[in-house]
């Protein structure tokens, strides 16, 4: 099983659908943001407080880390940074691609994987952006410990990711209202299938997610070298039934320092 292949064709497909994450922001949007009107989500709804930045974003090195679909990339471009944003999908980096061209913005893209940022240098950036997305890799340890490793000493990094109680429940009950528990932490897309069916589930094109433990979210990123400075949780603003319950979705940031 190849997640990473998978996860790339499959969020290829999802920009043909148009998906809703796979939206690129609007011109207006742009140009508030180079108006100083601007806000990214790195959840579902929630705004990431304008506190967890810095008062000006000219000229800050900003990678966002799998974070294509002309979201998050061309608006902190519009408000002065300087922008790389990664991905598997190619089409959700032309997104990016697109707004640029559109808006008159500068910004860099690159396609490879959130476990390995081989093709930048330690300390290369002051802030990174990483909305929810570690849920399409197994190995979320090595997330932290690449994105420690080019993040420069006292740099910013934004995460969202998902709280794993949501995978707890069996997802076709749970899109009918019924919260019926089914699964194991850790977990994957994959679990409680035949051959048979993993092959059909692959071969129509679902992504492969995986429920990672608060442990490896949270202490994965101390253990990075990160220390965490702030957190907020998030939910599908009404849309699943668990939003009556708890919040699904936690943002943090942390901070890199050299001990």
């Known amino acids: 099983m190849d997640a990473i292949k998978q996860n790339s064709l499959a969020w290829d497909k999802k920009v043909e659908s148009e998906a809703v994450y796979t939206k690129a922001v609007s011109r207006e949007v742009i140009e508030k943001s180079k108006a100083g009107e601007w806000e990214i989500t790195v959840t579902t709804g929630k705004t990431v407080p304008r506190s967890w930045f810095p008062q000006s974003l000219a000229g800050l090195k900003v990678l966002c880390l799998a974070s294509g679909g002309g979201q998050q990339g061309p608006v902190l471009a519009a408000a002065g940074a300087d922008v790389t944003v990664v991905d598997i999908s190619k089409k959700q980096l032309e997104q990016d691609e697109f707004v640029a061209k559109r808006d008159g913005l500068t910004l860099s893209t690159l396609q490879c994987s959130m476990t390995d940022l081989s093709p930048f240098n330690d300390e290369e950036f002051d802030m990174i952006i990483h909305p929810v997305a570690n849920v399409f890799v197994e190995d979320i340890l090595q997330v932290w410990k690449e994105a420690s490793r080019v993040l420069k000493d006292k740099g910013t990094l934004i995460s969202g990711f998902t709280n794993p109680i949501l995978f707890i ?26 051959d048979e069916e993993k092959e059909a589930y692959m071969n129509y094109g679902n992504t492969i997610e995986f429920g990672h433990t608060l442990e490896d979210q949270i202490q994965g990123q101390i253990e990075a070298g990160l220390v965490i400075a702030g957190l907020y949780e998030d939910d599908f603003g009404g849309r699943r039934p668990l939003d009556e319950y708890i919040k699904c979705f936690v943002a943090t940031k942390a901070v890199k320092l050299k001990l």
């Open 169 to 194: 429940f069996d997802d076709e009950e749970d899109m009918k209202g019924n919260l019926v528990v089914k699964n194991k932490i850790p977990t994957s897309s994959l679990d409680n299938l035949t």
